[in-house]
């Protein structure tokens, strides 16, 4: 023991015996009844704590937390509100008849100042408004332009007739009605990060729980301590901090939705690494079966 933490220290300095130490701890750990617990000792192998680390507040905010009441979860959805217009989306706007006189770009993408380009028409300014109220505004620009063109151009046909005459109106009355719909939003965005195969942003459709998202982001990796899951909702100034607890476990094999979230434009899901002394807690039985101390309180009986 003497020779191989002396080389140990020779090779790679102090921190290299605490390793060869907890080493021996999880080759214990591996003599004891084992089931179901996915931890990186089951596999005979350390693991040195990840970049990922939970702050310690955070931790205290989801243990006190408990899971989220009259939240919307995976059997419990809600409507999402209308969708609040801003830079990145992109909207089509086309008009309602095809013989209609009215001529837009179709494609529109909201540009950094919360406008778009009209052509002819102009400039609209639209972030933060609903593509319902887009379109009647759109569609009353459009409408007055078309008009006023109508009127000049009935004024400039009465003067080249030398006033024989106003040419008769037009049987039927244009239609200027316009359709706005929203393709894409940019600003409504999801996230996953920590120990996941594919952290990111992912957009939301509205209908996605937090164990959509990590599927989403390609699972968990191996460093994960899938026991100190958080989901993290932002909040306005003044309120209180909202992080909840995420029972990846129960979810998954006993179909416990308590924790199964359903996600809002937003939200954050951050999965911790798997430390050191977190792996070899996990490795012990407890109470003849291996079990999460983190989440005992959380699982359903």
Same mark, same amino acid.
């Given at each position: 023991m003497r020779f191989l933490n002396q080389a140990a220290y020779d090779l790679y300095g102090p921190k290299a015996i605490v390793r060869v130490a907890a080493t021996l701890l999880l080759g214990m750990a591996l003599l004891l009844p084992s089931s179901g617990c996915k931890t990186a000792a089951s596999m005979g192998l350390p693991v040195s704590a990840g970049g990922h680390s939970l702050l310690s507040y955070a931790g205290e905010l989801r243990q006190r937390s408990g899971h989220g009441k009259n939240m919307p979860t995976e059997l419990a959805k809600l409507t999402l509100p209308p969708?609040?217009? =801003?830079?990145? +989306?992109?909207?089509?706007? =086309?008009?309602?008849? @095809?013989? /209609? #006189?009215?001529?837009?770009? /179709?494609?529109?993408?909201?540009q950094q100042d919360g406008t778009i380009e009209l052509g002819? $028409?102009?400039?609209?300014?639209?972030?933060?408004? /609903?593509?319902?109220?887009? %379109?009647?505004?759109?569609?009353?620009?459009v !409408? *007055?332009?078309?008009?006023?063109?109508? %009127?000049?151009?009935? =004024?400039?046909?009465?003067?080249?007739?030398?006033?024989?005459?106003? #040419?008769?109106?037009? !049987?039927?009355?244009? +239609? $200027?009605?316009?359709?706005?719909?929203?393709?894409? *939003?940019?600003?409504?965005? @999801? $996230?996953?990060?920590? =120990?996941?195969?594919?952290?990111? /942003?992912?957009?939301?459709?509205?209908?996605?729980?937090?164990?959509?998202?990590?599927?989403?982001?390609?699972?968990?990796?191996? &460093?994960?301590?899938d026991h100190k899951i958080i989901?993290?909702?932002?909040?306005?100034?003044?309120?209180? &901090?909202?992080?909840? #607890?995420?029972?990846?476990?129960?979810i998954l094999q006993l179909g416990d939705v308590s924790t199964n979230y359903?996600?809002?434009?937003? +939200? &954050?899901i951050y999965v911790p690494s798997l430390s050191l002394w977190e792996d070899v807690k996990q490795s012990v039985a407890w109470k003849n079966e291996k079990s999460c101390p983190h989440c005992r309180e959380y699982t359903t009986k």
């Open positions: 969708h609040r217009v =801003e830079a990145g +989306d992109v909207l089509v706007i =086309e008009p309602n008849d @095809f013989n /209609s #006189p009215v001529r837009l770009s /179709s494609d529109q993408t909201v002819s $028409y102009g400039r609209l300014l639209v972030s933060g408004l /609903s593509p319902e109220e887009i %379109q009647e505004q759109v569609q009353s620009v !409408t *007055k332009q078309e008009i006023e063109k109508q %009127q000049t151009r009935m =004024e400039l046909a009465s003067h080249r007739s030398g006033g024989l005459g106003v #040419p008769a109106l037009e !049987t039927e009355t244009p +239609d $200027y009605g316009v359709t706005v719909r929203l393709v894409n *939003k940019e600003s409504a965005l @999801f $996230y996953v990060m920590g =120990e996941v195969n594919a952290p990111g /942003s992912y957009p939301l459709v509205g209908h996605e729980t937090v164990l959509d998202a990590l599927i989403a982001a390609g699972g968990l990796s191996d &460093r994960c301590n989901l993290t909702r932002p909040q306005a100034d003044g309120h209180p &901090r909202k992080i909840l #607890p995420v029972c990846y476990q129960q359903q996600l809002m434009p937003g +939200d &954050r």
